[in-house]
């Protein structure tokens, strides 16, 4: 018998690790159910069965990962501008706020423009690609849009904007 040549082997592994990145990378359920952010599942670090799946026109969630094994970080976003953030920064603190009127605008005209329904995971039939990048997850009303911290990564533009509209307004920074 023949010993197994080293490419060989390789497609099989390549396909364990993309199977475990897939897994870790995926932060938004697919139903209708709840829409109150909840606590993520302590077991997996990915949001728990009661996590929201929907959200309203003008409002919007963020879930945020790093790698598979980092805290996961959820945050909602109101249609007047307020927000409550779960385990911020990853360091298990919670923190609730009010964005100023002009970020509440430019949310609103973000999350308004016809484009944004392009840029959903669906549309762009959106697959990770990268391992232990921050990950991070929107929840609009026009559906889920994910990006990741990555070189090379795809990174929606409109939705972009959100992330760092996001980002900028609230203790976003994930430290572990």
């Not at 909840?38 to 990962?65: I, M, N, R, Y």
């Not at 385990?87 to 919670?94: E, H, L, Q, T, Y």
């Not at 609730?96 to 484009?115: F, I």
């Amino acid at each position: 018998m023949l010993p197994r040549s080293p490419s060989r082997l390789l497609v099989p592994l390549l396909g364990a690790a993309l199977a475990v990145a897939l897994t870790g990378c995926t932060l938004v359920h697919a139903s209708t159910d709840d829409t109150d952010a909840s606590p993520a599942s302590a077991a997996t670090g990915l949001p728990g069965p009661d996590a929201p799946t929907t959200v309203g026109e003008g409002q919007v969630s963020l879930f945020q990962k790093l790698g598979t094994t980092g805290p996961l970080r959820t945050l909602r976003v109101e249609r007047d501008g307020t927000w409550k953030c779960t385990d911020c920064a990853g360091d298990g603190v919670n923190s609730t706020g009010t964005l100023t009127p002009e970020q509440v605008s430019r949310l609103q005209q973000l999350l308004a423009d016809p484009g944004l329904a392009g840029e959903t995971d669906e549309a762009r039939q959106y697959r990770a690609t990268c391992i232990d990048a921050l990950t991070s997850s929107l929840l609009t009303a026009v559906g889920p849009i994910t990006s990741e911290d990555c070189p090379g990564a795809e990174r929606p533009k409109i939705a972009g904007e959100i992330l760092l509209l996001l980002t900028q307004a609230t203790p976003a920074e994930l430290t572990g």
